[in-house]
């Protein structure tokens, strides 16, 4: 009655009410945050939205209602909740592609999105922001290539954060679902059902995964509804706990590689060579037919936080283990120029956490970063690298954060997916294209700086060469006639009969005969 009666109140043309219910408890019995919006905007009638809203959700909306939108943009506050526009202008599922990120670093340029036919998400385990930032790996004598060829001539962050907890298994859900784990449900690596350890429930259950709806299911479920809607997914992956999340998922190829505890590092990667056969063999594309399929393929490589957990994220072992990654993921860049799919592909990098340095990777709770006394190292696990490359993207770092929920309705708008289900938001409006952008991936030489003692070799073998050459030439001339020499001493000038040298005022006469 009291609501009531501050509604009827205050609800005049200049006001906007906002009623907030937190979520409570963490089992089962808890309830979802509810909002109630009243103000000049809004429709006459009640509407109800099935689609989630969070407490994060309200600083945005309410800085946009008082015309306060520029401070979205500062780089200081970083808002991870969305305007709640259509709230109170239809009645619609809420859809976040028409919610626009503000600070990408650079002015974003009039250009038209390229036509994207194969998105490939090059999920590395593990990955940490050192190889990219640091110069500890030219004192370690490594080398990554393929990664700098796609950081230098694509769209990159260095500012994209996993979620809490810094676990495998909850960054994956997020990073296929493009929510949070208290929506998703998912919150340890131990979860196995629909239902989190916790109890945590997820805030939508999809009929098909049982889980919280993801890309894969979007896709399917649309594909289902319009034969016209032609896409294809793969997924190939060496963490087995991922297996839980797409179990009961239709791909048109999954593949599980199964890695042995004793690999070497040069341990040949196959869960690359299987998505690019599949991509290969099902997308071929000639030079005068493009492709008019779309694919998205995920590859997940798990042999860096195998080797980070193990011997720490600083290692050298670690840096040779993403430097043998690094000369696998040339392969890919390599199958697409030669099926003519390179100019029509989109590569998106990323992580489920980083990792300490130099100890083995982060932990679960905020209490780390009180524990350690380097507030850069305890966020190092929340820290990943993010890389966007098409070949006619204009190359710029953004300065906007990026969290991995945020990846899901980036794919989304560049495969022209709906996704109504996701809380992330885009980054395509960062982006700018240009056809003088374009450029072939060619396959990097490094140069080596040979050993010391490879170089006193060499420069022993040049010395004893030449000590040799030079002997077999005074040898020949040994050899030549005595008198012919000497007929050529007769031939020489005669030298001056004195030379007169004066060495502290003495006077030396020497004769030459």
């Known amino acids: 009655n009291q609501i009531k009666q501050l509604v009827s109140t205050l609800s ?65 506050l970083n808002f991870g909740g969305r305007i709640l526009l259509e709230l ?20 974003k340029t009039n250009s038209t999105k390229p036509q994207i036919n194969n998105v490939i998400i090059l999920a590395i385990s593990g990955l940490t922001i050192s190889p990219f930032i640091y110069d500890d790996q030219e004192e370690q004598d490594v080398y990554f290539p393929t990664l700098k060829f796609l950081k230098d001539n694509g769209v990159y962050s260095y500012e994209e954060r996993a979620i809490l907890p810094y676990t495998s ?75 839980k999340l797409i179990k009961n998922q239709n791909f048109d190829f999954k593949y599980f590689e199964e890695v042995p505890n004793n690999f070497g590092l040069d341990y040949e990667i196959g869960v690359i060579d299987e998505c690019m056969n599949w991509l290969s063999n ?56 030669i099926t003519n799919m390179y100019r029509n592909s989109m590569i998106l990098v990323t992580s489920n956490h980083g990792g300490y340095f130099p100890v083995s990777f982060g932990g679960v709770s905020w209490l780390n970063h009180f524990l350690n006394e380097d507030a850069s190292l305890s966020n190092s696990h929340a820290i990943i690298p993010w890389i966007l490359y098409i070949p006619t993207i204009v190359p710029q770092q953004l300065n906007s954060l990026i969290r991995v929920y945020d990846n899901v309705p980036t794919i989304a708008e560049i495969l022209e997916i709906e996704i109504k289900t996701s809380i992330g938001i885009s980054v395509v409006n960062c982006l700018s294209f240009n056809e003088s952008s374009y450029i072939d991936y060619e396959v990097p030489v490094k140069k080596e700086n040979l050993p ?17 050459a ?7 001339n040994s050899k030549n006639d005595p008198d012919e020499n000497f007929n050529e001493l007769q031939e020489l000038p005669p030298p001056n009969s004195t030379n007169t040298i004066n060495v502290e005022s003495n006077e030396i006469l020497r004769t030459n005969n």
């Open 12 to 76: 005049s043309s200049d006001t906007m009410i906002v009623f907030n219910n937190f979520r409570v408890g963490s089992k089962q019995s808890s309830i979802f945050s509810s909002f109630i919006f009243r103000g000049p905007q809004i429709l006459e009638k009640n509407i109800i939205t099935n689609n989630l809203v969070q407490s994060i959700d309200i600083a945005p909306t309410i800085l946009y209602v008082l015309g306060l939108e520029s401070s979205l943009s500062s780089p200081l």
């Open 88 to 107: 109170w202008t239809s009645d619609i599922n809420l859809n976040t592609n028409n919610i626009k990120r503000n600070n990408c670093g650079q002015s």
């Open 169 to 243: 298994l909850p960054n994956w859900a997020s990073i296929f679902t493009g929510v949070t784990p208290n929506i998703h449900g998912i919150d340890n690596e131990a979860w196995s059902n629909s239902i989190s350890s916790s109890g945590y429930q997820p805030f939508q259950i999809d009929s098909t995964s049982l889980t919280y709806p993801n890309i894969f299911s979007s896709i399917e479920k649309q594909k289902s509804i319009s034969t016209s809607f032609n896409y294809s997914t793969a997924i190939c992956y060496q963490t087995q706990s991922i297996s």
């Open 282 to 337: 099902h997308s071929y594309v000639s030079s005068n037919n493009l492709n008019k399929e779309k694919n998205l393929i995920v590859i997940q490589i798990a042999l860096g936080e195998i080797l980070g957990n193990r011997q720490g994220y600083h290692s050298r072992d670690y840096y040779l283990m993403i430097q043998h990654i690094d000369s696998q993921l040339a392969h890919i860049l390599h199958r697409l120029q």
């Open 452 to 468: 010391f003692w490879v170089i006193v070799c060499i420069l022993v073998s040049i010395a004893s060469i030449s000590a040799i």
């Open 470 to 476: 030079y002997f077999i030439y005074i040898r020949s």
